[in-house]
């Protein structure tokens, strides 16, 4: 059971708390809890139910309204709006919500709903990778656990697999070829997959080794198979610094351009590296494969 500040609410829900607060007294629509020293706190219930007044009210939804409905109308409401076209706000927080449940069934659902009505691309870039934002303000408050995250990043995971493994070969002579990777120690690996998925789409060869590789066998790799780029995502810390490791593989990998993406690797300054470049989001791999064929 979640335990949840308003600010906390705040972040998660796109709702002042200063409206919160006026939404609690006027129209009752969910009922804190209190600390011993008066200090409001909500639960994963409140939380479910006021990300989908939210969504209702982003969407024209008076919450006076709302404020009639019972619950079970409101997620009917939240399922018609949800089907709608580009209604991408609908589909997050629906994920959010089957997230906090542990639902592996109504998680499946709106992520391949997402994925039949705008394909893969578009639902990985609109819908997982905001909802990957929101799973991490969750980390931040204390109010995911690490199962839950698991469960969503498998399922996640599953849908890239199948996605990968549905591409065509279509490699020509013009394809470049990519080496990709996560550092010893490293397990977040979606942002790898979808990476592997738009090289691969694009016509490229993947060399993919996958989690936690130790710099010494990314060495032999890369002398054995010389791929012309490689790419990694960095999530969580690197013993030593990150701009340290990365120098190291350069000097174990010379010669050769280097991608790196992830939250650990946002905030470091690699320009005094050669042939480092830093992939901030994902419209800078669109933008690599975008200049690989001009």
Known sequence: MGNYSIKDLEKLSGV???????WEKRFKIIEPSRTETNFRYYNDEQLKKLLNISLLNNYGYKISKIACLCESDICKEVEKVASGEKV???QIEQLVVSMI???????EQHLTN????????????????PF???VGILWQTGNVTPAQEHFVSNLIRQKLIVAIDGLPKNTTAESKSFLLFLPE?????????FTNYLLRKHAHRVIYLGQSLPLKDLAHVVRNRKPDYLVTYI???IEGGIKEYVQSMQTACP????YVAGMQSCNIDFASLDNVHCITCSRDIHSLLQNLEN
């Open 132 to 134: 990957f934002d929101k």
């Open 235 to 237: 999530t969580s810390p």
């Open 101 to 107: 449940e542990m639902d592996e069934e109504k998680f």
């Open 255 to 258: 010669g050769r351009p280097v």
């Open 114 to 129: 997402q994925i039949l009505k705008d394909g893969f691309e578009d639902a990985m870039l609109h819908v997982v990778y």
């Open 88 to 90: 991408y706000d609908a």
């Open 16 to 22: 002042k708390a200063h409206t919160i607060r006026i």
């Open 185 to 193: 120690g490293e397990l977040h690996e979606i942002g790898l997959l």
